[in-house]
């Protein structure tokens, strides 16, 4: 394909330069071109793989939105601090073993400290300050908050198995395209390759 796209004038490589090039190439010379079977078991395959992903990301969406919508519910503050990072194993550690606001605080920052570590060793010590600063901005407890020990440790856990099977996935995506034949075409065609977590989630 790219000793096709140098007869083609022009030297940037862009999604529409290269979906001309090969629908014209395949007009034009289709002997140059290898169809892909469409019952090919990796195609299936990853049809499969990628159309299961897609419902994960939509499950780890919903399950996101509404971890958003309860610490802003009880606790804005906090979730200024844990929303931009919430899908952050560390954040998510802590959601699960402490839950609402006032057992984080029970807990403390050396336990904190603790348990944070592992998943961010980086950021753990600015994160615990962060998080203790933000729980000394709001001194009342608000309706919901109690109701919050169930549900802000459930689905925290559910988030984190959701982004565990996605980057399971995302690795057997990489080692079907890497054994396949034609993964380099694959993987530089517009539109086509490896989906799966954003980075760092």
């Known amino acids: 394909?790219?000793?096709?796209?140098?007869?083609?004038?022009?030297?940037a490589k862009t999604d529409a330069r290269d979906a001309f090039i090969i629908a014209d190439a395949a007009r034009a010379m289709p002997h140059t071109l290898r169809a892909i079977d469409g019952e090919d078991e990796?195609?299936?395959?990853?049809?499969?793989?990628?159309?299961f992903d897609d419902d994960l990301a939509g499950e780890a969406a919903r399950a996101a939105n509404r971890l958003h919508g309860l610490l802003t519910q009880i606790h804005p503050s906090l979730e200024r601090v844990l929303g931009p990072r919430l899908q952050h194993p560390a954040v998510l550690t802590l959601l699960e073993r402490f839950g609402p606001p006032d057992q984080i605080r029970k807990?403390?920052?050396?336990?904190?400290?603790?348990l944070l570590r592992p998943k961010a060793p980086r950021m753990t010590e600015h994160l615990v300050e962060e998080i203790f600063?933000?729980?000394?901005?709001?001194?009342v407890t608000?309706?919901?908050?109690e109701a919050a020990a169930l549900t802000?440790?459930?689905l925290a856990g559910s988030l984190t198995a959701v982004l565990d099977q996605r980057k399971l996935l995302a690795g057997r995506i990489e080692e079907i395209l890497e054994d396949h034949l034609l993964s380099k075409v694959l993987t530089s065609m517009p539109g086509v390759g490896a989906s799966?977590?954003?980075?760092?989630s």
């Open 107 to 114: 807990a403390g920052r050396r336990q904190l400290v603790t």
């Open 142 to 145: 608000v309706p919901g908050t």
């Open 196 to 200: 799966g977590p954003e980075p760092g």
């Open 133 to 139: 600063a933000a729980l000394d901005e709001q001194t």
């Open 152 to 154: 802000v440790p459930s």
């Open 1 to 11: 394909m790219r000793r096709i796209a140098d007869l083609y004038p022009g030297e």
């Open 42 to 51: 990796t195609i299936a395959e990853l049809e499969m793989i990628v159309g």
